[in-house]
């Protein structure tokens, strides 16, 4: 019973990217897939983003467009909170629709401001 509060409260690996259009979105998406480990899996994308293929085990949410370090910070907060108590992921792939802010988001991530999560280096 001890294992398995360790692991729940282990950090969620968060890999993170910038979508531009969609063949390149799922290109990255499915790449991304093929590294990380079995489910479950979770992707947030920011924006109005076209739908795209991804395995059952692979919850997708999405906040609204907008700078996710700044207006949207608390959409994405929330969202985040959530797939981690309901979902408990693995794995997670945070998908911006800009780079305008990616510095500042991705030394939140790092600075563990977003909660239990771990920046992935390779990000």
């Not at 998908?95 to 991705?106: E, K, N």
Request: charged share 20%; aromatic share 2%.
């Amino acid at each position: 019973m001890a294992s398995q509060s360790t692991a729940a409260a282990a950090p969620v690996r968060v890999s993170l990217r910038r979508a531009a259009g969609a063949q390149a979105r799922q290109a990255m998406l499915d790449s991304w897939l093929a590294t990380v480990p079995a489910a479950p899996r979770a992707v947030i994308a920011e924006g109005t983003f076209a739908d795209f293929a991804v395995p059952d085990d692979v919850t997708v949410a999405r906040v609204a467009a907008g700078c996710v370090c700044c207006v949207g910070l608390v959409p994405l907060r929330v969202t985040l909170t959530r797939l981690l108590r309901t979902v408990r992921p693995r794995a997670l792939l945070l998908l911006v629709a800009t780079d305008d802010h990616l510095p500042r988001l991705r030394a939140m991530l790092a600075a563990g401001e977003l909660g239990a999560v771990t920046l992935d280096e390779a990000a």
